[in-house]
């Protein structure tokens, strides 16, 4: 995967992990990647439902030590 | 279709009522909609330029304010810059300000001053709207 932009939102609670996702894929292209790391657990719920509302393309999500991280491809 | 509008009564002044309005506000902008709120009677605490630093929690439940520090929750001043930054439109009450005797300059910059009907015509073809 080629990730363009990586966000660390780790340790931010709601709303923020979505509000820096919205402004982080402002700063990318349509179709380029974007990695989202963040602890918040309503992010899990909160950034997949962001993507699907703007239309962007949640390409994977995983969780790792307690850390969620999500690849969106813009719209 | 879906609307693309939601439209928020904030009427209460609390430190609670303050995060249930932005938090919604900031979201709903973070996700592209167009966002009014209208601030009315106590709600004008919310955007008051000293007020809004010093929104007290309901009686008996100041115990909470640990869980906030812990959960690292943003601060009331700074979800309003960040609510205006994403385009969150702020109407302040014309009548409550009236009646309270403050002006304009009492709040944050970059609010409209309004009736009731300018945020119900705002707010006939949105959705949700939503009041706390």
Known sequence: MNITKTLDAKGLACPMPVVRTKKAIDTINSGEILEVLATDKGALSDITAWAKSGGHTLLEQKTEDDILYFYIQKA | ?132
């Open chain 2, 1 to 132: 279709m879906m609307s693309e509008k939601v439209a928020i009564i904030a009427a209460n002044g609390g430190l609670f009522d303050a995060y249930k309005v932005f938090n919604i506000a900031t979201a709903a902008a973070a996700s592209e909609k167009e966002v009014q709120i209208f601030f009315t009677f106590e709600g004008l605490n919310l955007i008051h330029k000293q007020g809004m630093h010093h929104l007290e929690m309901p009686a008996g439940k100041e115990h909470f304010a640990e869980g906030f520090e812990k959960a690292n929750t943003p601060t009331i001043p700074e979800l309003v810059e960040m609510a205006q930054e994403l385009g969150v439109k702020f109407i302040a009450c014309q009548m409550t300000m009236d009646v309270m005797g403050l002006t304009k300059e009492d709040f944050v910059n970059g609010i409209e001053v309004g009736g009731a009907v300018t945020f119900i015509e705002f707010a006939k073809n949105a959705a949700p709207t939503l009041t706390f």
